[in-house]
């Protein structure tokens, strides 16, 4: 399974940006997607995730009320909406997939978002 991340750029505070990311490859068996993120210095946490398997969404505490994650189950696509912007947020994004697994076991490059107050 492949995935390409994209939609990283610089914004100001309290903007938005919109990530996306396309899973290519043995993809019948991806159970789901989520992204992660990684800000310098900082373990890579999570920030959201859906399910193929009934549609379920969670999200970190940290992005709850800004973030929206969605997905295209038939094109193998995940978004991430992410509103309300803050310095905080920024850091590189990382798309991921489960296959046939129940914990995350495939990873994009990354996209980076950084945040100007």
């Known amino acids: 399974v492949q995935l390409q991340a994209s939609g990283g750029g610089l914004v100001q505070a309290g903007g938005s940006l919109t990530l996306s990311c396309s899973a290519s490859?043995?993809?019948?068996?991806?159970?789901?997607m989520g992204w992660f993120r990684q800000a310098p210095g900082n373990e890579r946490q999570f920030v959201a995730g859906i399910s193929w398997i009934d549609g379920s969404t969670n999200y970190a505490d940290s992005v709850k009320g800004r973030f929206t994650i969605s997905g295209d189950n038939a094109k193998n696509t995940v978004y991430l909406q992410m509103n309300s912007l803050q310095p905080e947020d920024t850091a590189v994004y990382y798309c991921?997939?489960?296959?046939?697994?129940?914990?995350?076991?495939?990873w994009g490059q990354g996209t980076l978002v950084t945040v100007s107050s």
């Open positions: 991921a997939a489960s296959w046939r697994s129940s914990t995350y076991n495939y």
């Open positions: 490859g043995r993809t019948v068996s991806i159970y789901g």
